[in-house]
């Protein structure tokens, strides 16, 4: 019987899940990834790392299931998203890849918004300097024989493609986010691309998430053990990716993405843009579907910094402030530890922790980080609500699915239940795996993308609700007290 591979190409590392035709995981991998922080508000990545560790994954599978590894029919990929891989005319990276948590483009963002304002419309979004088009703005103004030499643009997941298949290709909802995508005509945009000084030569062929983009190279067929056939499906952005794992492909079908970077995810069946509200209004994986987006920089991420700042594991630390947990903490966090996107759009913004004393504890301080994490959600379930989006429940999926405790938190800071789902963990390689399916074997998609079992519906607690009411606005007007400061700061270094 035939089988599915997804690969997730994630920030911290590369996830690869092997399923059955009754979507059943066979195997799991996960190889760790690194990044590098030259300067300050920098983040990059070498593309070729990105490819090690999909061999490793893939080497992990086979050591697992051989014989199931040898079935495989489609693979599909998904990744982080707005990353730049500039590629020569050789097709080797130029320089390491500009990553979404990125700040140096600022300006270039800022420019952009102010000379082009009507591009935010069809782009879905204003410009931030997280995006792809500001990026290789600064690159022409600060690296410009770099820029003069770029022969292809491609999105992380999409130089493992181009490994995978030696086709240059995207998918419509990872193209979303490079601010170069005419959202309802799902089509690149020349317009964007002629103010960044690009045209449609650089750019990948575009498919949708459900199409083939090529198939697995000869070579690597044989070396991997599979047939000369496999499909590769276009894939999608992590976000679509982890919203066709939960089967979130109806109208305003909500979950909360809770890895590395959180996101709030909306899926809707026309193109609703509200640049006003710094909302993303991008293309699902799925043909003529969108959805709107608030998408946060700092994540679970923040919960593993604390853990690193501590000392100790995560599991320990959760428990142990779950044990103490009756109230909202006495301190607040501010979770700004990589800038933040909505609602802010500022990458000068830091991670702040108020109203520490001598009595402060561990178990308050990782308590302090979960409801840190939690306010920036209220503010996305804000900026929606301002767009005219109401939520009655969310699904929750990614790593910080995996606790009961931050989902509580989540669900008393939100007023709002959360689901959580049976293999939510596995996220975008999941969906990754459904996209190769249906790429491979062109059924519908609400016959593969159907909801996941359900584990546990948390109800928030009405009590716990109203105190935190005055701690979310003591959050937001902490931000906006420090706003001014954060930019000093950075100024006063650089």
Known sequence: MPNY?????????????????????????????????PHDLWSEQDPESWWRAVERAREHLHAEAPAAMAEVRGIGLSG????????????????????????????????LGKDYPELSESAGVIPMPGFTAPKLLWVARHEPQVFSAVRKILLPKDYVRLRMTGECVTDMSDAAGTWWLDEASRSWSDRALAVTGLDRSQMPHLVEGTQPSGVLRSDLAREWGMRGDVVIAGG????????????AIDEVSAFISLGTSGQLFVTTRTFRPAPETLLHAFCHALPERWFQMAAMLNGASCLSWAAGLLKAEIKPL???????????????????LAGERTPHNDP????????LTPETCQSELVQAVL????????DAKQCLEQAGTRLTSIGLIGGG?????WAQILANVLDLPLVRYEGADKGPAFGAARLARLASTGEQPEAVCTQPQRLQT?????????????????FRSLYHALRPEFKKAYRSVN
């Open 5 to 37: 591979l997804g690969i997730d190409v994630g920030t911290s590392a590369v996830k690869a899940i092997l399923i059955d035709h009754r979507q059943t995981p066979l195997a799991e991998a996960e190889v760790q990834l690194s990044i590098s922080r």
């Open 80 to 111: 982080q998203m707005h990353g730049a891989v500039l590629l020569n005319e050789q097709d080797r990276p130029l320089r390491p890849a500009i990553l979404w948590n990125d700040g140096r483009s600022m300006r270039e963002a800022e420019d």
């Open 236 to 247: 999608a952005g992590d976000a679509a990716a982890g919203a066709i794992g939960l089967g």
């Open 318 to 336: 959760l428990d142990q402030a779950e044990e103490r947990y009756q109230k909202p903490s006495n301190l607040i966090f501010l979770p700004y």
């Open 348 to 355: 000068y913004a830091r991670g702040v922790f108020f109203g």
């Open 371 to 378: 409801e840190g994490v939690a306010f920036s959600f209220a």
């Open 401 to 405: 699915s995996r606790s009961s405790f």
């Open 458 to 474: 948390i109800h928030p607690h009405t009590h716990l609700v109203d105190l935190y009411a005055p701690r979310l606005e003591a």
